[in-house]
Structures are given as structure tokens and as C-alpha cells.
């Protein structure tokens, strides 16, 4: 059973300050690894083992293979025991699926009424409305 740090809260705050001004990088600084990165810092389990990619190739060659990015964080959240849930269930420090016109399948953290996720330039901070998917991290 995966348990959240007992300061989630501050630590989910102080993650996001220091990822503001960072600008998107293939496996170093992009949607997945933003969200990989949290979750690890916050519950100790890594979401993306045995799932690494080094750049935008063998990341496409990772999605290609598990037919799409929602595909495969369901398997690895659903491997940690952590569920999918519907989007308007999800609360702060859930992971949230949206659709972007840049990279399609995309994934962010939601902070309430609204998500993070890494963006071209900075991090990007929308609408709840605009989630498809959601895995709760409890």
C-alpha cells in the first residue's frame, strides 16, 4: 500500500516553485517526468521503472509499444496498486491524463481546481475541465 509523505502538501507546493521557468526536454524535463518525478517524491515509488526513455525517439518507441501514454500509466500505476479514477474524482496530488494538440496524450497533476503539467517553455496550469483521465495517488 503506497502511502503519501505526511507533508505532501508543502513538498507538492515547493516541487512546483522549483520547476516554474524550466523549459520542456526529452526525458530530463517533459510531461511524464514531471509527474514521475512527484509522485516519487511524494509516495517513494517510481512510476516509471523499467519504463525509461533517453529522448524523443525511444519515447515514441515506449508509447508506440504500449499503444499510447494513458495506456501505459494505467498498467504502471495499476502495477503499484494505485487506481484509475474519473476526472472530476481526482483531488490535489492526483495524476491527470488531458489531450494536447502538441503531443496528444499528456499528463499533469492536479492542484484543485485546476492541473500542472510540464509545457514548451514553463510549466502550464489548466482547467480541471480539460482532464480525460485521472490515477489516484494515495
Known sequence: QIMRHEEWPEIMESYIQNNRGKEYK???????????????I????DVLIGK???GEKSAMTLLKKYKGLFRLVDMQFKRLGLNKIKPLQAKRGDVVGFKTKAHGQTVGICVGNMFVSQGEDDLVFLPMSEAVKAWEVK
Do not use: N
Open 52 to 54: 525509461r526513455y533517453a
Open 42 to 45: 511524494i509516495t517513494g515509488k
Open 26 to 40: 526529452w526525458s530530463r524535463q517533459d510531461c511524464v517526468t514531471f509527474m514521475a518525478q512527484f509522485v516519487h
